[in-house]
């Protein structure tokens, strides 16, 4: 339906009264002629009927007569005739195609989509050698075989590449490499030594020899299960240990706190910078640029012209907003300082634990130093699996006694 | 017209075709198409009158409009109560 209409407007029509006692008979007749109405509706003064440019001069030919009135011409005829008289924005119109037509020619916005713990100032470089930057003619692409390949020997810690042109926007998109944690080789000797210190509570010894009794204290470093062999009148050697270490460690951490909130209030004060866009080009829409604020927050927005999803023309404007802020201070009471003061605390000593931790024991010390100021010490008490893998570095066998052979000659 | 029709029937030729009488297909009670009419013989928002070989069509309902029209067929959009063969 939406097809007929673009072809009718195309075409161009007129929109007729047909009014009289005869209208039902000229509508009769004008079918039999061959005139077929677009559309037609009823109303009071008569009948409503749209009919093409080429049929309306066909009417004549019908026998029977009914007065007829033009209500309205439509149609591209009809707005070409109109816009004769308009030269100027004839040739805006001109000027605006044009300028769209050019501008789909380039490349305007460049976007990375798959990045996140790569490094995104090399993918950039990257991207830039393979011949990919903002304003550049779209035909002056290299293959996507060519730009992946770029792409893929100058980045890190990515394993595919690809640039996709949508309208005059390109869009790399990368997959980064997800590597596998490290596991040491089974074969290559390694001792389980503690990643930190503790009172051993047991050790589960699957491969190896173990070291630490039980209720040892061992520092960071200490060897726990020793993976080299060394004997009295044999050759020593190596294997790969394994095995679980279990033991106490004690986490402690102390803070300074004040009895009091911080929090922003905003004076109502703002300043807003606009920078207008234009291909490569930005022209600041301010004369002075410096925020005259003690403290701001600033918020940066785009607005860029878009055509349809992808297509940018090139135009838009920044817009940074300075939001003048004072920071207030609200005193709390003594109990909810401390319970802050616990919970950032054992944020802090969360982030230190080992996987599979349990907590078995812990205790707050909370002092008041001034009138509003508290110190707060945490001590938490955990059962955490500290051995880890550590590589045998240095061989140190002990040389097998020479009188045992002696003997045996 | 009778040895018409039996000669439809028992060839299994459509009846419109060879008797030239209206077809008329109704699509609920928005839409109304009538191939084989003769004239257009009264055009109103609240009905319509078409003329047959055989006599009137009369199809009455509200808010008609006709969507198309040529010689011989006609389309008609709106609220239909009835379609009456007059």
Request: aromatic share 8%; with cysteine; hydrophobic share 40%.
């Amino acid at each position: 339906m939406f097809l007929i209409k673009i072809f009718h407007f195309l075409k161009g029509y007129v929109i007729l009264l047909i009014s009289g006692h005869n209208k039902e008979e000229f509508l009769n007749s004008i079918l039999k002629i061959g005139i077929k109405p677009i559309r037609m509706d009823y109303c009071d003064d008569g009948i409503i009927a749209a009919l093409s440019v080429s049929d309306f001069f066909r009417i004549r030919e019908a026998d029977i007569r009914a007065r007829v009135h033009i209500l309205k011409k439509r149609g591209a005829v009809f707005v070409a005739k109109r816009l004769k008289k308009r030269k100027a924005f004839v040739v805006g119109m001109l000027a605006f195609v044009m300028m769209f037509a050019l501008g789909s020619q380039f490349i305007w916005t460049v976007s990375y989509e798959g990045v996140e713990s790569c490094d995104i100032q090399q993918l950039e470089k990257a991207v830039e050698l393979a011949g990919l930057h903002e304003g550049m003619l779209k035909r002056n692409l290299k293959s996507g075989l060519e730009m992946k390949n770029i792409i893929l020997n100058h980045t890190d810690n990515i394993c595919w590449a690809w640039v996709y042109v949508k309208g005059t926007k390109a869009v790399v998109k990368v997959r980064e490499d997800i590597l596998p944690p490290e596991v040491f080789d089974p074969n290559v000797p390694c001792d389980i030594v503690a990643m930190r210190s503790g009172i051993i509570k047991r050790v589960i010894t699957t491969h190896g020899k173990c070291v630490a009794a039980e209720n040892q204290a061992v520092a960071p470093g200490d060897t726990i299960i020793s993976g080299t062999y060394n004997f009295e009148n044999e050759p020593g050697y190596q294997v790969h240990s394994a095995g679980v270490v279990e033991a106490y460690t004690e986490h402690v951490k102390t803070g300074t706190y004040k009895q009091n909130y911080c929090y922003k209030k905003y004076s109502g004060r703002k300043r807003r910078l606009v920078t207008l866009k234009f291909l490569k080009w930005e022209l600041p829409l301010y004369l002075d640029g410096d925020i005259k604020y003690e403290s701001y927050d600033s918020l940066q927005r785009e607005y860029d012209l878009k055509l349809g999803k992808d297509y940018y023309p090139g135009l838009g404007i920044r817009v940074v907003t300075c939001e003048e802020y004072a920071v207030e201070k609200e005193p709390i009471s003594y109990d909810v300082a401390a319970e802050l003061a616990i919970k950032e605390l054992e944020k802090e000593i969360s982030r230190e634990l080992l996987p599979g931790s349990k907590l078995i024991d812990r205790h707050e010390d909370v002092q008041k130093l001034d009138e509003e100021t508290i110190s707060v010490t945490l001590t938490m008490n955990f059962i955490e699996q500290i051995g880890t893998e550590k590589r045998i570095e240095e061989v140190t066998f002990i040389e097998p006694k020479t009188d045992r052979t002696a003997a045996g000659d | 017209m009778d040895i018409a029709r039996a000669i439809s029937d028992s060839m299994e030729i459509p009846c419109e075709v060879t008797l030239d009488i209206p077809k008329i297909t109704l699509v609920g009670n928005m839409r109304v198409h009538i191939e084989n009419y003769l004239a257009l013989v009264e055009y109103k928002k609240e009905n319509i009158k078409l003329k047959y070989k055989g006599g009137i069509i009369e199809v009455c309902g509200q808010d008609f409009d006709i969507r198309t029209i040529g010689e011989g067929n006609i389309v008609v959009c709106g609220k239909i109560d009835a379609v009456k063969l007059i």
